[in-house]
């Protein structure tokens, strides 16, 4: 009885870490298309500010995933900010969707290798424009 209990709660832990995970997720693409319509002029937002959040849920997106620290290739490092916030979009729907598709009980590698690739991409865009005054 007690170990029923006990898997469980390690049930309901994975569904609650896996919610939390694809609302994550969510913001992160949203924050993706402010960020593209700031830099497309049609919006105002902090870059450096929704980057930073950019980077925070994807961490947490790893973290929740079970992944740690990865080095993941980015092949094509964005020119622009536009074209970065459409890369981190890209990346941000794709692991949204993956996360929607996976059981609870599943680790993937995909999804920690593309979070960690949305962190490293965040902070390539802060750097960039930050030593660019923005």
Do not use: C
């Not at 898997?7 to 924050?31: D, F, G, N, P, W």
């Not at 620290?69 to 536009?82: C, G, Q, T």
């Amino acid at each position: 009885m007690e170990y029923e209990i006990q898997y469980r709660a390690a049930i309901e832990l994975r569904q609650s870490e896996r919610r939390k995970a694809l609302e994550a997720a969510e913001q992160i693409v949203t924050l993706a298309r402010r960020l593209r319509e700031s830099a497309a002029g049609r919006e105002r937002v902090s870059v450096s500010d929704t980057l930073e959040t950019i980077q925070k849920q994807a961490k947490r997106i790893r973290s929740l995933s079970g992944g740690g620290e990865s080095d993941p290739v980015i092949e094509n490092w964005p020119a622009d900010l536009e074209a970065g916030a459409e890369q981190i979009l890209a990346l941000a729907e794709s692991l949204k969707q993956q996360l929607e598709s996976l059981d609870h009980r599943v680790i993937s590698l995909t999804i920690i290798n593309g979070s960690t690739s949305i962190i490293r991409l965040a902070d390539y865009l802060r750097e960039h424009f930050r030593s660019a005054g923005s």
